[in-house]
Structures are given as C-alpha cells and as structure tokens.
C-alpha cells in the first residue's frame, strides 16, 4: 500500500540553525500539507501548498518557514533559523485530486532545538 | 473560526469494555469529519470518516456517527482490546474551504488493560 515516508526520524540541531524537513508523498497525490505537533498539544496546521504554490499557511508559519517541492517526488519544509519553541514533531501529509480529499500522513519528524 | 473538542484524558479501560469517546465541533460550513489514531511512536492513520449528517463511519470495530443536530461525532467501540491503546484524535475538514485544512481535537489517551 502506498505511504507518505519522511526523513529524518529524528533531528537534534542548535537554535539559530537551518534545517530542512524531507517528504516523499504519496506519488499521484497533488495536494500536500505540514502539521505539526509540540509535545503533548493538538495537532496544528502549518501550510498547504498545491500547484507549485501555497494555497493556506497559519499564523505559526511566518518568515522563518518555506516550502518546496523541488522536484516531482519530494516536498520539503525549512525552518531558516530554528528557535527552541520549534521543537515538535511534524508531520507531512498528501491527498489525491482535491483538497477534499483524505489526507494520509507521514510517521513525522521529531525535530529538537537546543 | 472552527474548531474541534475531545473529552479530556486519559480513558483507561479493561479488556472488553465499551468505549466512547466524545467529540463536538463548531464549524461555519458543512466540514467532513475524522478520527484518527496514533499509536505510540507512529505517526497519524485514518481510522474512520463521514462526510455528511447521519452519515456513519466505521472500521476496525469502531464507528462514528455525524450528527449535525449536536454537532457530534462520537467514537465508538463495543469491545476493546490492548492494541487498541493509542491516541485518538478527532479532526475537521472545512467543506467550503478548497486548502485543505485539517482542524485537530486536543487528542484522547486511550490506555486498554488486560
């Protein structure tokens, strides 16, 4: 059965640090999201992004975050100077042909700042 | 704006038992709605969904019912067992909205003993 894979598992990095967050959705899937989930809190959207542009971001997903999908398989999240508040697990996720669609999620990254 | 509450955690239950989990939502348009479970150290699966009022989602022995009148979607499940100990979130997807967006609950600890 066909998934979302996201890589790294884990990442530990310094605060002030880039990093960069890989998926690889689900392959006829056209519409992606991130979300992401600070230890013991909700579940809270970040962005979605469709046709090569974002289509929705939150208030969470300011100046320091970007998206990219740089070729036809992967999707990818940077945080540009990473703060300790940034700690989170964050999950990618993809659905077919309309945002209406069931979003299938990735295993997600535990991302650490310190 | 919308949102989703879940019932307060963690349930904790012996094998076999009767489990509800309660979820309300308040929401400008007509949303789909969801449960998903996430098991420890896994990411988020699709447990079960409805799209429209008095629809019934149902897989794995659980189900939930859309109940527009109160604005419900409570999870249910006449058996449990100990692999059914996870978290359980209830989200909601805008119907008027075309990003995608999923609208999460604050997530119920499920914990099944034998």
């Known amino acids: 059965e066909p998934e979302v894979t996201q890589t790294p598992s884990h990442q530990v990095t310094q605060m002030g640090q880039e990093v960069i967050l890989r998926c690889v959705p689900i392959?006829?899937?056209?519409?992606f999201y991130w979300y992401r989930q600070i230890l013991g809190q909700k579940v809270e959207f970040l962005v979605s992004f469709y046709n090569n542009e974002i289509s929705e971001k939150s208030e969470i997903f300011d100046d320091q975050f970007s998206v990219e999908r740089p070729d036809g398989s992967n999707f990818t999240l940077k945080i540009r100077s990473t703060k300790l508040e940034d700690s989170a697990m964050y999950f990618c996720a993809s659905s077919e042909a309309s945002s209406q669609e069931t979003q299938y999620f990735g295993p997600g990254t535990r991302l650490l700042v310190l | 704006g919308d949102s989703v509450t879940q019932m307060e955690g963690p349930v904790t239950l012996s094998e076999e038992a009767f489990l509800t989990i309660n979820c309300t939502y308040t929401?400008?348009?007509?949303?789909?709605l969801f449960w998903y479970v996430q098991y420890p150290g896994e990411g988020l699966q699709l447990l079960l969904k409805?799209?429209?009022?008095?629809d019934k989602g149902s897989n794995k022995g659980f189900e939930a019912t859309y109940r527009k009148e109160t604005t419900s979607f409570h999870l249910e499940k006449g058996s449990v067992q100990v692999s059914d100990s996870a978290v359980y979130f209830c989200?909601?997807?805008?119907?008027?909205?075309?990003?995608?967006?999923?609208?999460f609950g604050q997530g119920t600890t499920l914990q099944v003993k034998p």
């Open positions: 409805a799209t429209k009022a008095d």
């Open positions: 929401a400008t348009g007509y949303p789909s």
């Open positions: 392959s006829n899937h056209l519409y």
């Open positions: 989200a909601l997807l805008d119907g008027s909205s075309n990003t995608g967006k999923l609208i």
